[in-house]
């Protein structure tokens, strides 16, 4: 009796670190949509550029580049944390675009 009254009292904050794992999942992906968003204006930009804009374009899109690669990694992390370890989905819903190259 008094050990499953020890587990209904743990079962609120079970429920709240539920809660905070998916309100920081959504977070974290919020800032890699984000990220994504920079990236594909970073690399239309630099596909539009010629001459001597280009390179301070290309310049730009590896900077915007590497932060989303950034936020992807962090995101991962935080799906392993919760014991997602499939990254299917996160290929399908969050696609890096192929690298540009010069």
Known sequence: MA???SVNALLPVEAEFQ????SALKRT???LEKALAALEGAER??????GPTRAVRLERYREVRK???L????LMVQREACGIRNNRDLDLMY???PLVRE
């Open 3 to 5: 050990r499953e009254q």
């Open 19 to 22: 809660k905070e794992k998916a």
């Open 29 to 31: 992906g919020e800032k």
């Open 45 to 50: 930009e630099l596909l539009m550029s010629r």
């Open 67 to 69: 932060e989303a690669e």
């Open 71 to 74: 936020q992807r990694w962090y």
């Open 95 to 97: 696609p890096m675009p």
